[in-house]
């Protein structure tokens, strides 16, 4: 097993807290309204997510350069809560400096580095990547993660799927395809890398065989839907912070992804997908109690009418 680089120095404090995803789950909403929280500093490249890409996915690009159009200027006032952007400017020397390292394996010492701004406030990372890992690459990282405010956020595994789907449509991922039709939802279901995001239960299993059952704690998409302040202000109590000292900007309602284009579903797509997922949604009502029942009930097979599913036109509706 690779031994993952480190020089045994003493490590700074770290993240707070980190949120595994998955993705298409919350997780920028969530991200966005830490932000408010006049105790917590965020850093400026979202969802960076080190641990997995050591920030490949964004050396030699603008996002690790300081920004200055009008609107990288506000978000940098609002999340360093000063004029002077001193945490954002640590954060980014860290970040193009990790960045620019060889290695194969994470520099846990310079992960822990970049988290070093925060100083006096709540920070932590948000990466739904790291719901992905396997428990190996889990384990390899476990100095870094034990001790953490560590969850995620669960979420209908079929409504997940066409979030993401929907992702892809913007993107045009697969090219110019139609993004509801059956050949399209195999695609992605039976995707080798992004099929990782698709199983809640697996997500949490691998977590907590790695670093010990009861390691991650669970939110619900659901709730965050229903009960958005009420959801917010528990997360903001789990990973220590204060909920009075959120910033009255904006309500803990709103989500800049909520007019996202979104893919026409056909009928004969969302009734493969429903069936692929089935064995998942029993794991989850299982695991997850009430939460994973109403996902059950929501996807279950209707003794009868057209569509074959019980509910297909109200999924139809909420895949944001």
């Excluded at 006049?38 to 964004?58: F, G, H, I």
């Amino acid at each position: 097993m690779k031994v993952v680089r480190g020089n045994g120095a003493q490590r700074g404090p770290g993240p707070h807290f980190i949120c595994i995803g998955p993705a298409n789950s919350a997780t920028t909403w969530l991200a966005d309204h830490l932000k408010l929280q006049w105790d917590c500093w965020m850093p400026p490249v979202q969802e960076a997510s080190y641990l997995k890409t050591r920030l490949k996915n964004v050396h030699g690009v603008p996002h690790l350069d300081l920004k200055w159009d009008w609107w990288s200027m506000v978000k940098r006032l609002v999340r360093n809560k000063s004029v002077l952007p001193w945490r954002d400017v640590e954060y980014l020397r860290a970040a193009r400096e990790l960045a620019a390292l060889p290695d194969d394996e994470p520099d846990l010492d310079g992960y822990l580095r970049l988290f070093a701004p925060a100083r006096d406030k709540i920070t932590g990372d948000v990466a739904p990547i790291y719901g992905t890992f396997s428990v190996d690459e889990i384990r390899r990282r476990a100095p870094v993660l034990e001790g953490r405010k560590i969850f995620m956020i669960a979420r209908d595994p079929v409504q997940r799927f066409w979030s993401a789907m929907g992702r892809h449509l913007r993107y045009q991922t697969y090219g110019d395809v139609d993004y509801g039709s059956l050949e399209t939802a195999k695609v992605l279901f039976n995707d080798p890398i992004r099929s990782n995001h698709h199983f809640p239960t697996r997500i949490l299993d691998r977590w907590n065989e790695a670093l010990g059952e009861g390691s991650v704690k669970v939110f619900f998409f659901d709730d965050i839907v229903q009960w958005p302040r009420k959801t917010f202000e528990e997360i903001v109590a789990y990973i220590g912070a204060d909920i009075r000292k959120r910033l009255p900007l904006v309500p803990v309602s709103f989500n800049r992804k909520e007019g996202n284009k979104r893919p026409q579903i056909s009928a004969e797509a969302g009734e493969w997908v429903r069936t692929a997922f089935r064995q998942e949604l029993e794991s989850c009502a299982e695991r997850f109690g009430e939460p994973g029942r109403k996902w059950l009930d929501r996807n279950r097979i209707a003794d009868s009418g057209a569509s074959g599913y019980a509910g297909f036109e109200a999924i139809r509706s909420e895949v944001q």
